[in-house]
């Protein structure tokens, strides 16, 4: 497989991640979004295009070996945005027999009750874990069709350097650093996975560049699994201050979001906090090998980063 020149739709966190990955492992990189922006990478050049549209997509990515689609709509707007980006990406994907990465979560499985792993059945109770569900069941099809080589990365929560909007994030580190107590989602006694930005945008590189990583869906390596509160008590010590993770009151998260489509929008993901949420990224491990970011050092440098 040609690697040379890898596309990333979408400057998020994971796309800019994706990026730096693949510029160090000495491939051309090129950035897509709608405005043409995004943070200034050296090797990484930035193309602005409306990859809901194939044609303009299938410009956009031409002569690309691997496409990351590592852009998404806003959260309270998944269901009228999500497809068609989708499609425009894999449609443009196909015609330019380039492989696909999708950038997936774990909302598809819905609530679990023993570790997730990727041969769960899609069980998802929620809106947004439909469209997950749909959008990772189109590609599969795709792929057992033959029109477009394709595979997924899927992450957890994911926190780190450059993370804004996280479960563990703005809404976390700043209360740790001003030695206040940490409002959290759910309860944070439960065990959670959470992802670090750069082992997901390096596995997510990995699995653009390894053809047997081809038509299906993989868990990215996570650090070990510690409760919520295990891992804010992390930043508290890295920051060396006082506090402790405290959860926000579903009543209050409900009032907010009537005011807040996108808090209202996190209240239908809640199920994942209120339950150990534990990822098995053992499938991963055992075909390319893993060594992912201990807590304490991923922490460790987020907290670094928001100083």
Do not use: C
Not at 90 to 96: G, K, M, P, V, Y
Not at 190 to 215: E, P
Not at 282 to 297: K, R, Y
């Amino acid at each position: 497989m040609n690697t040379d020149r890898h596309v990333v739709i979408g400057a998020g966190p994971v796309g800019t991640g994706i990026a730096r990955k693949a510029v160090a492992r000495g491939h051309q990189v090129t950035i897509v979004t709608r405005t043409g922006s995004g943070l200034t990478i050296p090797g990484v050049h930035h193309v602005k295009a409306d990859v809901t549209d194939p044609v303009t997509a299938r410009e956009a990515i031409k002569d690309a070996s691997v496409v990351y689609q590592a852009a998404q709509p806003a959260y309270n707007k998944w269901s009228e945005k999500f497809p068609s980006l989708q499609s425009g990406v894999a449609t443009a994907a196909a015609a330019t027999d380039a492989v696909l990465v999708a950038v997936e979560n774990l909302y598809m499985y819905g609530p679990v009750d023993r570790p997730m792993t990727e041969d769960m059945a899609y069980a998802a109770t929620t809106k947004k874990g439909a469209v997950r569900g749909a959008l990772a069941t189109e590609l599969a099809d795709l792929y057992a069709a033959g029109d477009l080589r394709a595979t997924a990365g899927r992450g957890s929560d994911f926190y780190g350097p450059g993370v804004l909007v996280s479960s563990l994030a703005e809404r976390v580190f700043p209360k740790v650093l001003a030695g206040k107590n940490a409002s959290v989602l759910g309860d944070p006694d439960r065990l959670h996975s959470y992802t670090y930005i750069d082992d997901f945008a390096d596995a997510l590189v990995t699995l653009g560049g390894d053809v047997r990583s081809l038509g299906r869906a993989w868990h990215v390596p996570n650090a070990p699994t510690r409760t919520t509160s295990q891992v804010v008590d992390l930043a508290y010590r890295a920051a060396g201050t006082k506090g402790k993770a405290v959860g926000a009151p579903k009543l209050i998260l409900r009032l907010i979001g009537k005011f807040n489509p996108v808090v209202g929008e996190v209240i239908e993901m809640l199920y994942e906090f209120e339950e150990d949420f534990v990822v098995d990224h053992s499938d991963f491990a055992d075909t390319f090998g893993a060594n992912p970011t201990s807590l304490e050092d991923g922490i460790s440098r987020t907290v670094d980063w928001y100083r």
